[in-house]
């Protein structure tokens, strides 16, 4: 069994930064492709940023590619999803994701086994 905890989130001025932390579960972190998403009220879950089990490879929706930052440290079961020059239109719960096995389209949150409760972020204008 797998468990996640998202924390970090709050409300942030438009421009202004957060960063997003997931704490994980699992004797095997390091080799689990972790993702980030976001779902607005009335709105479906979107793919935001996903890293893979070695770090090394990194994917970004396009909404936040030079501004969201997805990183890992596997010592410490944490992954991190840091948000810089937030806009009203990033305000969503963020939700942190897993999956143990290999993930073929990772951006498809149906590829993920494993999710947190979420966590609120609003930014304000």
């Known amino acids: 069994q797998v468990q996640l905890v998202e924390s970090g989130g709050g409300l942030v001025q438009a421009g202004g930064s957060l960063r997003l932390s997931c704490a994980v579960s699992?004797?095997?972190?390091?080799?689990?492709?972790m993702g980030w998403f976001r779902q607005a009220p009335g709105k479906e879950r979107r793919f935001v940023a996903a890293?893979?089990?070695?770090?090394?490879?990194?994917y970004y929706a396009d909404s936040a590619k030079g501004r969201f930052t997805i990183s890992r440290d596997n010592a410490k079961n944490t992954v991190y999803l840091q948000m810089n020059s937030l806009t009203p239109e990033d305000t969503a719960v963020y939700y942190c994701?897993?999956?143990?096995?290999?993930?073929?389209?990772?951006?498809?949150?149906?590829?993920?086994?494993?999710w947190g409760q979420g966590t609120q972020v609003t930014v304000s204008s």
């Open positions: 699992g004797r095997t972190f390091s080799t689990y492709t």
């Open positions: 994701a897993a999956q143990t096995r290999t993930i073929v389209t990772i951006q498809n949150p149906y590829e993920y086994d494993y």
């Open positions: 890293i893979n089990w070695g770090g090394i490879s990194t």
